[in-house]
């Protein structure tokens, strides 16, 4: 049943899996997928390199991708959730679910940055501490960038006891050491597939205490940025696995059982694809968004802070009068942001939502129908 790895007993006799580095599979089993893949993200990649706008990527789809990859582990935060709470009002229906989410987009800003030359591993832990080290649990916090001290694992009614136990913690440290050096290891083979085998390995180690689903699907796009294979940190799975988890949990399990890799990758694959289209058609509105607005701002004076305020909402179609001010470095008055504001509004770019004074929400629905659909009238 359990066909590739070995299990081995830990200090209480629980059973616990190790597994070994995963074989590539025949190019020709995985070809078709793969070359879809390919082409849909890198057809991505090239669309961010000549968007107008900088730092679409993290600032929009990046936090799309967290919303994604922890609504697939049960947070009900959505992308104008978020929004909500990155705002200088903080505010959120359910404070440590949208704290959670918010550090996974935040560990991706981290991680994502010019220069950064963090080891793989440390990467995974870097973003499991930036996700917990506020939590409200205070042993949670307390574990946040560490590897795991107990055994994790979940339901599986075919694994002894009905619970699957992944790499023992006396193991973790070793089995995460060959996972990076397979991670980092670069040849002829496709890169993608080499990312999917290493997202399947991270999986069955379970490194942390907790987030791990999260903390590697993160680390797939920013690996494949930092390895050269794109040129922007792009290629999410968040969304895809968001919309039908069980093809990839059951997935990672066929590969593990019956220690054959093709469909694995297959599905990965197939998920790359399937996010980066959903992305391009956005990123292409988004463009048409970005032009309208251009267009309906010719006719205000040169100098208002209408024109620097325009690709600024692109980014961060929710915002009060603070974080425009913030935005703003000191180089207008409140006065003078409350014109522009309001100038936008007349013009029907954004919309006034709730509050008074600079706690004011303002949002352009435009750009948030974009990636949260149902969010808005």
Same mark, same amino acid.
């Given at each position: 049943?359990?066909?590739?790895?070995?299990?081995?007993?830990?200090?209480?006799?629980?059973?616990?899996?190790?597994?070994?580095?995963?074989? %590539?599979?025949? *190019?020709? !089993?995985?070809?078709?997928? +793969?070359? #879809? @893949?390919?082409?849909?993200?890198? &057809?991505?990649?090239? $669309?961010?390199?000549?968007?107008?706008?900088?730092?679409?990527?993290?600032?929009?789809?990046?936090?799309?991708?967290?919303?994604?990859?922890?609504?697939?582990?049960?947070?009900?935060?959505? %992308?104008?959730? *978020?929004? !909500?709470?990155?705002?200088? +009002?903080? #505010? @959120?229906?359910?404070?440590?679910? &949208?704290?959670?989410? $918010?550090?996974?987009?935040?560990?991706?800003?981290?991680?994502?940055?010019?220069?950064?030359?963090?080891?793989?591993?440390?990467?995974?832990?870097?973003?499991?501490?930036?996700?917990?080290?506020?939590?409200?649990?205070?042993?949670?916090?307390?574990?946040?960038? #560490?590897?795991?001290?107990?055994?994790?694992?979940?339901?599986?009614?075919?694994?002894?006891?009905?619970?699957?136990?992944?790499?023992?913690?006396?193991?973790?440290?070793?089995?995460?050491?060959?996972?990076?050096?397979?991670?980092?290891?670069?040849?002829?083979?496709?890169?993608?597939?080499?990312?999917?085998?290493?997202?399947?390995?991270?999986?069955?180690?379970?490194?942390?205490?907790?987030?791990?689903?999260?903390?590697?699907?993160?680390?797939?796009?920013?690996?494949?940025?930092?390895?050269?294979?794109?040129?922007?940190?792009?290629?999410?799975?968040?969304?895809?696995?968001?919309?039908?988890?069980?093809?990839?949990?059951?997935?990672?399990?066929?590969?593990?059982?019956?220690?054959?890799?093709?469909?694995?990758?297959?599905?990965?694959?197939?998920?790359?694809?399937?996010?980066?289209?959903?992305?391009?058609?956005?990123?292409?509105?988004?463009?048409?968004?970005?032009?309208?607005?251009?267009?309906?701002?010719?006719?205000?004076?040169?100098?208002?802070?209408?024109?620097?305020?325009?690709?600024?909402?692109?980014?961060?179609?929710?915002?009060?009068?603070?974080?425009?001010?913030?935005?703003?470095?000191?180089?207008?008055?409140?006065?003078?942001?409350?014109?522009?504001?309001?100038?936008?509004?007349?013009?029907?770019?954004?919309?006034?939502?709730?509050?008074?004074?600079?706690?004011?929400?303002?949002?352009?629905?435009?750009?948030?129908?974009?990636?949260?659909?149902?969010?808005?009238?």
């Amino acid at each position: 049943m359990h066909a590739f790895g070995r299990f081995e007993p830990d200090e209480r006799g629980r059973l616990c899996y190790l597994p070994a580095i995963p074989p %590539f599979p025949k *190019l020709d !089993d995985v070809w078709g997928p +793969l070359q #879809r @893949a390919t082409t849909a993200v890198e &057809a991505f990649d090239r $669309a961010l390199a000549t968007f107008p706008v900088p730092d679409v990527v993290g600032k929009l789809f990046a936090r799309l991708d967290a919303v994604h990859s922890s609504g697939a582990e049960g947070t009900t935060t959505t %992308f104008t959730d *978020l929004l !909500d709470y990155q705002s200088s +009002l903080a #505010r @959120a229906k359910d404070p440590e679910d &949208a704290r959670e989410v $918010a550090a996974t987009a935040e560990a991706f800003d981290e991680l994502s940055a010019p220069g950064e030359t963090t080891s793989y591993a440390e990467a995974a832990l870097r973003i499991h501490r930036r996700l917990f080290e506020r939590a409200a649990d205070p042993m949670v916090a307390a574990g946040a960038g #560490r590897m795991k001290i107990h055994p994790n694992g979940t339901f599986d009614p075919e694994a002894p006891g009905s619970i699957f136990y992944y790499t023992a913690p006396t193991s973790t440290a070793a089995a995460l050491a060959a996972w990076e050096a397979f991670t980092a290891e670069a040849d002829e083979r496709p890169e993608l597939v080499r990312q999917a085998l290493s997202h399947w390995l991270f999986e069955h180690i379970h490194p942390v205490p907790d987030g791990n689903g999260r903390v590697g699907r993160l680390l797939l796009p920013l690996t494949l940025r930092r390895k050269g294979a794109l040129r922007h940190a792009c290629a999410f799975l968040g969304e895809a696995v968001h919309l039908d988890k069980t093809l990839y949990v059951d997935a990672l399990k066929d590969a593990r059982r019956r220690g054959e890799f093709s469909a694995w990758v297959r599905v990965v694959c197939a998920m790359l694809a399937q996010s980066a289209a959903s992305n391009l058609e956005r990123l292409e509105k988004l463009g048409g968004v970005h032009a309208r607005w251009r267009e309906a701002t010719q006719s205000v004076r040169a100098h208002s802070v209408v024109h620097r305020l325009v690709p600024w909402i692109i980014t961060r179609p929710t915002f009060t009068v603070r974080d425009a001010m913030t935005f703003s470095e000191g180089a207008v008055t409140f006065q003078a942001m409350n014109t522009g504001i309001r100038r936008l509004i007349d013009l029907g770019i954004v919309t006034q939502r709730d509050g008074g004074g600079r706690d004011r929400l303002f949002t352009a629905p435009e750009v948030v129908r974009l990636f949260d659909p149902i969010s808005l009238p």
